[in-house]
């Protein structure tokens, strides 16, 4: 099983998935992830998908997991580098990932948790 | 025909093995990168459906080459217990299994042609096709 790994960086947490998932592996990440958030006070976590080529059901709703996880423990989530052809299928298979947000790259998801950390919640 | 031929989904292992079988399938049959991700998508919904809800089955992968038509069929086969209202299966948002209800109604959508045949006790055959435009 493929164990992705989770970087620090400051306060945010990254973490880049560049293998094909199991299922387990992506369980495990959301249980990795959890534990990190809380040992490491993170802010913030973001999770770069720029390598993923599908997203189905199984790894949206990981995406949306992490976000809401992430929230209960005090901390900001941003997916970035999401491929349009990915969007594009994950619209038509129903997941619109409301509760996630997103940023077109890395660089824009730290601007995007800056942001939110600089506005009183 | 490198691409097709015929995969067991016994265990998460194999519903990757699924989705990169089924991504070289629709690359040789000329899918759009667009088309690719939609078929890969679908396909990776129904094997872990057949691994969830009959503890596993078989997909055969099957590249049509009917000028001037080019596509991808496949057809997942389990021997699960058969889904008693295929109706509310295919709804969005059903689920038994304690997922989002979305790989039937879901991967309906993204393929053109999708056909469900179900005996209660005896399994389930799901056959979907995506043609390359």
Known sequence: MDRVPILKLGDILII???????????????EDLADKVVSTGARGV???????????SFIGRMLATIADMSRLLDAD?????????????LVELGLSLGGVRTALNLEKG???????RSTPR | MTGGGQLPIASNADIVM???????AAVESGFSLIDQTKVVTAASELARNALVYAGGGQVSIE????????????EF???????????????DGWTTGGGLGL???GSRRLVDEFDLVSVPGEGTTVTVTKWAR
């Open chain 1, 16 to 30: 880049s998935i560049q293998v094909d998932l199991e299922d387990q592996s992506v369980l495990a990440l959301q």
């Open chain 1, 46 to 56: 973001i999770i770069d998908i720029t390598a993923v080529e599908i997203v189905d």
């Open chain 1, 77 to 89: 989530t941003v997916v970035v580098g999401m491929r349009p052809a990915v969007a594009i299928t």
């Open chain 1, 110 to 116: 730290v601007a995007l948790l800056d942001l939110a």
């Open chain 2, 18 to 24: 699924v989705r990169q079988r089924v991504r070289t």
């Open chain 2, 63 to 74: 590249i049509i080459d009917n000028t001037p038509r080019r596509g991808l069929r496949l």
């Open chain 2, 77 to 91: 086969r389990d021997e699960g217990p058969g889904i008693p209202d295929i109706a509310q299966a295919l709804t």
């Open chain 2, 103 to 105: 790989g039937l109604s």
